[in-house]
T-cell receptor
């Protein structure tokens, strides 16, 4: 599976938008881009996924670069509850998830 | 719906003891997974079951065995626990029949081996 690169951490202010970047320069044409997050002391939870087009759901938006070598998870208005580790994961046809260390998001009140 | 449930929530074992971690899902999912998460690390896949009656090794299967008891239940057994198996264990499930599909995770079992 192709690898992803994320910053170790990011800080944001409550009620402001947050843009979490992910680089995946070796992505293949059939790889989907998934985002999961893990709140403290909990199991991961699905956030969003996409292939080529930008995607929106009730939790977040996913912006995918035209060449698909990078993507950005957008939280439109961060809340304290959004403080978590966010994982950017590529999946091929076997759809197995390979978790890296993710990016730790801190939200300031 | 309870989603994915795991028992126990916490467990302390002595080196050499055995135990079984239980996982059940009520979402009628075909696929189930066991992961471990060490401090400060991402999750690593131990075993998975693509459907009832099948199991396959993941990234770190040594020291573990699994049983897909039925469609709902997937257990993970440590035959002879070692301190290196101290970790948080997560079970997950997902539907199949379409790609891609999201995985739903349980709350985890925190295991300490002394």
């Amino acid at each position: 599976d192709a690898k992803t690169t994320q910053p170790n951490s990011m800080e944001s202010n409550e009620e402001e938008p947050v843009h979490l970047p992910c680089n995946h320069s070796t992505i293949s044409g059939t790889d989907y881009i998934h985002w999961y997050r893990q709140l403290p002391s909990q199991g991961p939870e699905y956030v969003i996924h996409g292939l080529t087009s930008n995607v929106n759901n009730r939790m977040a938006s996913l912006a995918i670069a035209e060449d698909r070598k990078s993507s950005t998870l957008i939280l439109h208005r961060a809340t304290l509850r959004d403080a978590a580790v966010y994982y950017c994961i590529l999946t091929g046809a076997n759809s197995k998830l390979t978790f890296g260390k993710g990016i730790t998001l801190s939200v300031r009140p | 719906n309870a989603g994915v449930t795991q028992t126990p929530k916490f467990q302390v074992l002595k080196t050499g003891q055995s135990m079984t971690l239980q996982c059940a899902q009520d979402m009628n999912h075909n696929s189930m997974y066991w992961y471990r998460q060490d401090p400060g690390m991402g999750l690593r896949l131990i075993y998975y079951s693509a459907s009832e009656g099948t199991t396959d090794k993941g990234e770190v299967p040594n020291g573990y065995n699994v049983s897909r008891l039925n469609k709902r239940e997937f257990s993970l057994r440590l035959e002879s626990a070692a301190p290196s198996q101290t970790s948080v264990y997560f079970c997950a499930s997902s539907p199949t029949g379409g790609y891609p599909y999201e995985q739903y995770f349980g709350p985890g079992t925190r295991l300490t081996v002394t």
